[in-house]
C-alpha cells in the first residue's frame, strides 16, 4: 500500500490543504493541523492554559455546513490566511489581533446563524483543535488516516460519488483491502522513516454528510456506514513513534501482528 495525498486544515472546520510533503515528529502531531479553531462564543480560552473542548463548542462542517463554500489558504510563513468565496478573497494577518476578530466576525456573519456568544478564533503553542484532544493529550496529537478502497466500498454502496475530502484525513492511502484499516489497532506502520502506531478507530460525525464542494448535506454519510457494516466507524487514528518525511507514492508497510506469549 502506499500514500495517495497528504493534508492539513489549518482551521479547524473550514477548507484543507493538500501539500507535496510533509515532517513529523515523534510524539507529534501533523503539523499546523486544526492549529486554529473559531469558537461560538460559548466559552472562554486561556491560550496559556488550554482546554480542550468538544467539536460541538466551534464552528464546524457537523453543525454549519456552509463553511464548506469558503475556501482557504494559509501561511506560515507569513502568519497570514486568506478565505475566498466565489472567486473574492480576503487576507488576514493572525499575528494581529484586530485581524483575528475580523476573521471571526466574517466567518459569523458569512453563516448568519445565532451564536450562543461572540466567536474568537483562537489557538495556543503545541495545542490542536482535533476532535479526539477532548480524550488525551496523546489523542490529540494524533494524526488521521482513511483507506481509499474504504471510501470507494462505501461509494460503491451507496450509489453516490462520495469525495474522499469529505472525511477530512491528513493521510490518505490505497491499495489496501476495504476496511482492513479497523483491524490494525495496535499495529505499526513504517513508511520510511516514519513509524506510526495505529490508536484509535475513527467515528464519524455528521460533517462527512457534507458535500465539499458544494456545501450541502446530500447523503448521511454516517447512518449509510452503519447499515452496511453495523458501526459507525471509517478511518484510524494513528500516533507517531518515530519521525521523519512522508510524500506522496511513498510505500507503507503494515508490520506484523505480534502473538503475546501463550497465545494462538
Known amino acids: 500500500m502506499f500514500v495517495a495525498s497528504l493534508h492539513r486544515y489549518p482551521v479547524k472546520g473550514l477548507s484543507p490543504e493538500e501539500l507535496p510533503s510533509v515532517e513529523l515528529k515523534s510524539s507529534q502531531g501533523f ?16 491560550p496559556k492554559n ?11 462542517l457537523a453543525k ?17 490566511l486568506e478565505i475566498a468565496y466565489k472567486g473574492l478573497a480576503r487576507v488576514y494577518d493572525l499575528s494581529r489581533k484586530s485581524d483575528r476578530v ?10 448568519d446563524v445565532t451564536l450562543p456568544g461572540e466567536p474568537e478564533l483562537i489557538n495556543a503553542p503545541g495545542h490542536q483543535f482535533t476532535d479526539v484532544s477532548v480524550h488525551s493529550a496523546s489523542l490529540m496529537r494524533s494524526i488521521s488516516l482513511i483507506n481509499l478502497a474504504t471510501v470507494r466500498d462505501l461509494q460503491q454502496r451507496v450509489g453516490v460519488f462520495l469525495d474522499p475530502l469529505r472525511f477530512r484525513a491528513n493521510l490518505y492511502f490505497d491499495d489496501a483491502p476495504a476496511s482492513s484499516e479497523l483491524e490494525w489497532l495496535g499495529r505499526e506502520i513504517t513508511i520510511g522513516t516514519v513509524k506510526l502506531r495505529i490508536a484509535r478507530r475513527t467515528k464519524r460525525c455528521p ?21 452496511y457494516v453495523q458501526h ?6 494513528a500516533e507517531v513513534l518515530e519521525g521523519g518525511t512522508l510524500t506522496p507514492r511513498d ?14
Do not use: C
Not at 488550554?50 to 464552528?59: G, S, Y
Not at 510505500?251 to 494462538?264: I, Y
Open 232 to 237: 459507525g466507524d471509517l478511518g484510524v487514528y
Open 31 to 46: 503539523p499546523l493541523d486544526r492549529a486554529f479553531a473559531i469558537t461560538d462564543g460559548s466559552f472562554q480560552f486561556d
Open 207 to 227: 460533517a462527512t454528510s457534507v458535500n465539499p464542494e458544494t456545501g450541502e448535506r446530500n447523503i448521511n454519510v454516517p447512518i449509510a456506514i452503519r447499515e
Open 64 to 80: 454549519y455546513e456552509r463553511l464548506a463554500n469558503l475556501k482557504t489558504k494559509y501561511s506560515s510563513e507569513s502568519g497570514r
Open 102 to 111: 475580523d476573521v471571526a466576525l466574517f466567518t459569523k456573519n458569512f453563516l
Open 50 to 60: 488550554p482546554v480542550a473542548q468538544p467539536k460541538t463548542k466551534f464552528l464546524v
Open 251 to 264: 510505500s507503507m508497510h503494515l508490520e506484523a501482528q505480534t502473538v503475546s506469549p501463550g497465545g494462538p
